[in-house]
Every structure is written in C-alpha cells, then in structure tokens.
C-alpha cells in the first residue's frame, strides 16, 4: 500500500532505487512503529542524497506484519514513515514514496491475514512502484537485509543487492560506480 501520491506515469522515465525498511535504513529492532524507535543506518540519509543526486527514484518497500498482528495499525507507518520523510529532508534527501505490506499469510485477522502479492518475496510492492512512476527497470535495484527482499528484486527483474550491515552510502556508491 502507497504512502505517497503518485508521479505523473508519463514523464521520462528514470532508474530507481528501492530499499528495505527495517535493517536497512533503520535498525531492525522488530516492529518499530514509532520515531523513538529508529536509529538510522550509518550513512543511510546520505545514501538517499547520493541517489537523489543521481536523479534515481527513491523507494522503500517494507513489510508490515506488525499490522497483521494487531501490533499497530497503518496510521502508524503512514505517521512513521512522514517523520522518516522529514528528518530525510533536513538532510537535504527525500524518498518518492513509501510502499508496505500489512498482511501477513499466517497472524491475524481478516483483511491482513491473507497470502498477497505484495508481501515479499513476492514483487507486488516493487511492481505498484514501477507501475505508478517512471521506472526505467534496466539499471534500477533493490537493497534489502534478507533473501525474501533479494528475491522479490529478482521477481521484478531488477538486481538485488544483500546488505548486511555497514556505511550504506558506501554500498550505494558502489552499486552506482558499477553502473555508471
């Protein structure tokens, strides 16, 4: 589910970035919900600078079981994520928009316990991005902590990258200079 409203489907299209949440922009201490909660990933805000800089898209894609567990509601990612969004800002970055999955296959109740698309490894998350921005696939990429965010890259037919810790503006740079 979209955070954000949508750019124009018919500007030029450009190469995104799409990163997970939790282990990767922020530390995964299990269902963070609130900005008390975050610790920023070092190098984390440069990292969506560098990109912005760059002209890539920016993206995250997260799974929420939280939601499904009764844990919080969405008010509270959409809340999380605009705070997310402000401190990226003061930064001088900002991500095009947040995408979650509040569903979970196995907890909860109905309308989030549901085997779905979006949650990954399945792509839906990356595919509404790419169907509702101008993503050029070919050079775009997802960074995320686990193999489900790996493979739902790779579902999407864009390059995953495993991230395990470390500068992530030093692991961005890298993914670009290989690129460029």
């Known amino acids: 589910m979209p955070d954000d409203t949508p750019s124009p489907r018919n500007a030029s299209r450009r190469r995104a970035a799409f990163f997970d949440r939790d282990g990767v922009l922020n530390e995964d201490i299990g269902f963070a919900h609130r900005p008390d909660q975050i610790t920023w990933m070092p190098g984390a805000k440069e990292a969506v600078k560098r990109l912005n800089d760059a002209g890539l898209l920016v993206f995250v894609v997260t799974n929420q079981a939280g939601i499904a567990r009764g844990l919080y509601g969405e008010e509270h990612v959409r809340t999380l ?26 907890h909860g109740e109905l309308p989030y316990r549901t085997d779905c698309a979006c949650r990954k490894p399945e792509p ?3 595919l509404q991005a ?20 790996v493979q739902a890259a790779q579902r999407a037919g864009i390059e995953g990258t495993l991230y395990r810790g470390g ?5 961005v740079a890298g993914i ?5």
């Open 130 to 149: 790419m169907a509702e921005w101008p993503v050029e696939p070919k050079g775009s990429f997802l960074i995320g902590d686990r193999d489900t965010d």
């Open 176 to 180: 670009l200079a290989r690129a460029a």
């Open 81 to 106: 994520h605009r705070w997310m969004q402000q401190e990226l800002n003061a930064a001088g970055a900002h991500v095009d928009a947040f995408y979650y999955c509040p569903h979970h296959p196995e």
């Open 167 to 171: 500068d992530l503006d030093a692991v």
């Open 124 to 126: 839906g998350m990356l």
